[in-house]
């Protein structure tokens, strides 16, 4: 069923604003999936301020022309069936999402993705993003690092004192 062009104008809007918002766009091949498998990666997508969609690349592709950032990005990777991940809180989230999702199912494949600046990303570089890493997680790991030269002393200085005490 054909959609009417005020409809297609409208998603063109939508996925204008979208993109315009977001820090990386990720794109994967989701051929395979079940609805009830989309629906959960949608579901884990949300509960990580990820937005999904499934539009037809030629849509995308006009949307990418109307930003600056995105008119000269190379979108030959954009075919087939893909799906879209648009995040726009952390720079690597919606790879992290997609890149979690297909290692539990294989049917989802990684394809490429864009970041902010309209930077082409291969599929290698969005798995590799993908494995990062979150901001949270890296000050956790800063902070213990810091910690652990402090717990160290308070160790010693607990055991000297209960051996001075003993």
């Not at 005020?6 to 604003?17: G, S």
């Not at 075919?79 to 790879?95: K, P, S």
């Not at 049917?107 to 864009?114: R, T």
Request: net charge negative.
């Amino acid at each position: 069923m054909a959609i009417s062009k005020d409809k297609k104008n409208t998603l063109v809007a939508d996925l204008t604003e979208l993109l315009n918002n977001s820090k990386m766009v990720v794109y994967a091949k989701y051929e395979g999936l079940t609805v009830k498998e989309l629906e959960e990666l949608r579901h884990i997508a949300r509960e990580s301020g990820i937005k999904i969609k499934i539009v037809k690349n030629r849509l995308v592709k006009v949307a990418m022309k109307e930003i600056a950032a995105y008119k000269d990005t190379d979108t030959d990777a954009l075919a087939g069936q893909l799906l879209y991940a648009l995040g726009t809180d952390e720079d690597f989230d919606a790879a992290k999402v997609l890149a979690k999702f297909a290692k539990t199912h294989a049917k989802m494949e990684l394809v490429g993705g864009f970041n902010a600046e309209g930077a082409a990303l291969s599929k290698e570089e969005v798995t590799t993003l993908g494995s990062l890493p979150t901001k949270n997680e890296l000050i956790a790991q800063v902070v213990d690092t810091l910690l652990s030269g402090i717990n160290g002393i308070v160790s010693g200085l607990e055991k000297h004192a209960e051996e001075a005490t003993a």
